[in-house]
């Protein structure tokens, strides 16, 4: 990434664009104020977003609150969702689309079209999966159990057979455009939470044996230096 | 739009953008072959995509089929879902991440990230929109009464409400970038569907007594020249 030449804008640009400035837009040209809010845990549909924001070097307010402050916070967010990013005061929802914008933002999302696709397939590809995995929160005991085991064997397969054929397809080492994305992001966060062990009846090897190259995948970019450096930055 | 300065780029490039071919990549550099594979009507999540295309003036097979074939059709594509873009015999799914890729190369996608991110948020709100009118789909009888009446009274009040304030809060005649995006051509698509009569328990004035500027903003866009001659080339 290289400065800009233009004075007044205070994003990089890609190498060897060096945008004039009839290219650049009014957000460009204000400085932006980013307030992210969320539960307060490593996870969830704003968590890639906080990782993009990190990689990027992108300063915003990390809100997080208490799932039991969940039912007053949604009265003050648009369709009572969060993640909300709030920019400059606007808030907007919808998780893939603050993921992209921050992507953009971040350097972290990919400029060819074509990559772009690839990269949006796998965001909403791990959307649909995840509200598989969704439909079995709030259930307990033997509901489940028949929810979990339902999981196992149908979606969780299904879903980590075509991660691991997109990432096959397309390079092997990363979803889009060979490089780090937003979709690796995404990636990370989901199979983390399904070999976290605290997915109850979601056997903690299930990535592994399904889909090693997803798993892989996952611990690579794990270990990325700004991934690492992030979580190392909430144990000190 | 005027076009590019390099002989070897078949695209189009927005105004005072002219881009230098170190901006462009590989998929500007080769002719693409677009096939898009979905459902025979004028509706369903294909549509925008095939709006796009026509209004972008950009060449691809319309591949079409009976509902009837569709057990047939999902085995040969990923996650057997449609619609499937094939991209120079490449097979892509997810329609929100298909119409982004046919948006930027008609034109109507949003280069401002921020303009680009409410883009985004629309089509993500009218496709979760779309999954709750999507849960009625195959009720009969009195199910499908009161599938479509807790929908009439719930999701689609929200939904349409929230439509009407995305578009009065960014300028009223569009959802984002103040002209006409793909978040538009899919609003289109969803209203055209409640306002159509085949949606049984659904009153056809819905639209109109609950959110009249999102009624008056579809009607808008199916008047616009090319939409029109859209249509009107089925009818020839």
Request: charged share 20%; glycine share 10%.
């Amino acid at each position: 990434m290289t400065a800009c030449d233009d004075n007044m804008c205070d994003l990089e640009c890609p190498p060897a664009a060096r945008l004039c400035r009839a290219q650049h837009t009014s957000s460009y040209f204000t400085m932006t104020t980013l307030k992210l809010t969320y539960f307060d845990f490593h996870g969830g549909r704003a968590e890639p977003v906080r990782l993009a924001l990190h990689l990027g070097g992108i300063a915003f307010e990390d809100h997080r609150f208490a799932g039991t402050d969940f039912p007053a916070i949604r009265k003050t967010t648009p369709l009572g969702q969060v993640p909300v990013l709030e920019i400059n005061g606007v808030k907007v929802t919808q998780s893939d689309a603050i993921l992209r914008y921050a992507g953009k933002r971040a350097g972290l999302y990919p400029t060819d079209e074509f990559q772009a696709l690839l990269c949006d397939e796998v965001l909403a590809g791990l959307e649909d999966a995840g509200l598989q995995v969704g439909k079995s929160f709030g259930l307990t005991g033997d509901a489940l159990k028949v929810a979990r085991t339902e999981l196992v064997n149908g979606p969780l397969p299904k879903y980590l057979g075509w991660l691991q054929h997109q990432l096959q397809a397309h390079g092997g080492s990363y979803f889009a455009d060979g490089r780090l994305t937003i979709a690796d992001l995404k990636a990370l966060v989901f199979v983390r939470n399904l070999t976290s062990g605290q997915m109850e009846h979601v056997p903690k090897d299930l990535v592994e044996r399904l889909a090693p190259a997803v798993h892989a995948h996952a611990q690579r970019i794990a270990e990325t230096t700004g991934v690492a450096q992030y979580y190392a930055g909430f144990k000190a």
